[in-house]
Structures are given as C-alpha cells and as structure tokens.
C-alpha cells in the first residue's frame, strides 16, 4: 500500500488496534522494555501530540524514538541541541544562488514526520522557541512565508534530569505544548540482563534496520487511524471531569502555577485515542486517570512553601486525581 492511496477504516477501532500492535511487535524487536513508554508515544501519535522523554543517559532514548519512526515508515530526523545551536540550524534558511540571482529556499531538519529534538535543554531560550511555531501550528515561517509541515509532524524531545551544568530549563510555553512528559527510568536486573546479552557482543551502536525494525504502517494508515480516533465518544460527564481535574490545579496551594485550557483539551484528546488503542468507542475516567500524571507534570510548578516542604509535583497530581470526583 502506497502513501497516496487513501484508506477509510470508517469506525472500525480493530484495525487501529492491529497497526498499534504491529507498530509495538516491531519495536519490541530493538527495544527491551520501556512498555509503558511505547504505549504513551502511540497514544501521542494518535492524538497527534508531542512527546518529552527524561531520562538518565543510556536508557535507550534516541534508540526508542528511531525505532518508532522506523516502524511508522516516516521521514525521520535529529537534532542534536547544542549551546551554539541557532534557529536557522533547525528551520532552514534562504541562501543566494550567485548562479541563479535568485534566493534559495535550504530546509532544515525540522521538515520531516517525526522529528528526535535530543537533550532540547542543551540549547538558549532562542534556539527552543524555533520550534513552538511548528509543534503548534505545524509550519515554518521564513522571511514571512509559511512553509507547512506533515501533518503527522511530531517531536519526540529528550533531556537529561540529572545535568545542572550548561543547560537551559525549557520555558513553560514550551513545555505546554509537549502532550506528555515521560520519565524513562533504568531497566529492571532481567531488562538488563536481556540487554547485555543482546546486545553485548555489538562493536557500535544497534541500528533499527540491524534489530530487523521495517515498516509496518504509512502516512495513508496513520490518517485513518486518526480520523477514527476522533470518532471515539467523549461523554459531557467525562468532559466535565477533565475540567474540574485541570481546574484543580489552579486552586491548590501548594501550586504556584496549574495547567491550563490546552491542557484539558490534550487530555481529553489523548483519552479518546487510549480508549481506541482498548478497541473502545467511549472514553471511560480510567483513561482520564491514567493519563493525568503524564500529561500535567510537566505544566504544575509548586510554591515555595511546597517546595520547602519537600512535596513533589507526582504526589500533588495523584492526590488531585483521587480528590476529584469522577463520574460513574
């Protein structure tokens, strides 16, 4: 099946399940573990949001998100952030052809599907800000002119929590608009195991193609899956309980700054594609709940007086979720 053939799986959630599983059967095939985060990043795919891995080095960041582009048969690009990194470098520019007398559209490598933004702290305010345009909006704007960008565009943005040295603290707006930030942790002692005894004897890094990772879906596919994920029924009940979920953010003391109206609407939509990668049609508040965590810790900054306490954001959020009342 060719990208330019157009495909209908009208309200068929079975055929959005069966590519979520051949998408995660591939994956498994480099990738030990890291489920949880998988099944986030395909949520993320079909709610058409952004994703923020945090992890300590090593625990397979860059490898997971080349995987997945692998498996999605998608146009797959990296930027490596750097403190001298500037905007041009990620959007592209126009260069004078001397031959031509004429100036030159040269894109940058943020025009592809899936884009891996690696350790995006590493880089100024400036350089970061390059992307809220296109994680927005989907479009680049050189010199005044818009140049859009795939509809299935996404970043998959990593950064390391344990560096406070030579680093930039992505700004709140920037934050906002990432749909989840992920915590990737160490691999357990037989994850580990399976690791080394995988990969042990490689004199370099494993590529996708050596795990034996091919494509199993395409732009075609994915936009079907999309648009039969929008048709998943999100109840006024369930509606209200992601309102009253966010807004509660916002009246905790020990909050200085809560999530907000993006914040619910990604929610929401991220519940409707959870509860089609279930094979449902109706999002249920379990969807909701588990979901919360990923999608508000990232937006909440505590106060000082919490902060001096020694509360964490992880531990606010839980309590807020079973504090608020859900529908039944």
């Keep these: 099946m060719t990208d330019a053939q157009t495909v209908d ?4 959630l079975a055929q959005v399940a069966a590519i979520a599983a051949d998408i995660r059967e591939q994956i498994a095939k480099a990738v030990v573990g890291q489920t949880e985060t998988v099944e986030h990043m395909l949520i993320a ?3 058409r949001g952004h994703v923020l891995l945090e992890g300590p080095p090593g625990t397979a960041k860059t490898f997971l998100a080349q995987c997945f582009a692998a498996s999605l048969g998608l146009e797959f690009g990296r930027i490596q952030f750097t403190p001298d990194l500037m905007p041009g470098d990620i959007l592209g520019s126009n260069l004078f ?8 559209l040269t894109r940058g490598p ?7 933004a690696d350790e ?6 400036k350089t970061q800000a390059a992307l809220l345009e296109a ?3 989907r479009r680049v704007t050189l010199d005044g002119t818009a140049h859009a960008l795939p509809d299935h565009f996404m970043v998959v943005a990593t950064q390391n929590p344990i560096e406070s040295q030579g680093v930039y603290p992505l700004p709140e707006a920037q934050l906002d608009r990432f749909l989840f930030k992920l915590d990737v942790a160490y691999p357990s002692h037989d994850e580990e195991l399976r690791i080394v005894t995988r990969f042990g004897e490689n004199r370099g890094a494993p590529t996708p193609a050596e795990c034996g990772v091919t494509a199993v879906a395409n732009r075609a596919l994915l936009d079907a899956a999309t648009r039969t994920v929008s048709q998943v029924k999100l109840a006024e009940s369930v509606v209200d309980y992601v309102v009253r979920l966010v807004r509660a953010t916002r009246e905790s003391p020990d909050l200085a700054s809560g999530a907000s109206p993006r914040a619910a609407v990604l929610l929401a939509g991220a519940a409707r594609a959870r509860a089609a990668l279930d094979g449902r049609d109706y999002v249920v508040p379990d969807d909701v ?3 919360a965590p990923s999608v508000l810790r990232h937006r909440l900054l505590l106060s000082p007086a919490a902060e001096i306490e020694g509360k964490q954001v ?6 807020l979720v079973e504090q608020t009342e859900a529908p039944r």
């Design 314 to 319: 992880e531990a606010l959020v839980a309590t």
């Design 135 to 137: 994680m927005q909006e």
């Design 289 to 291: 709940k588990a979901l």
């Design 9 to 12: 799986f009208g309200s068929d």
């Design 120 to 125: 995006i702290n590493r880089t100024p305010p």
């Design 97 to 104: 052809n001397f031959q031509t007398s004429q100036f030159t």
């Design 110 to 116: 943020i025009f592809c599907d899936l884009l891996l």
């Design 45 to 47: 795919l079909m709610a």
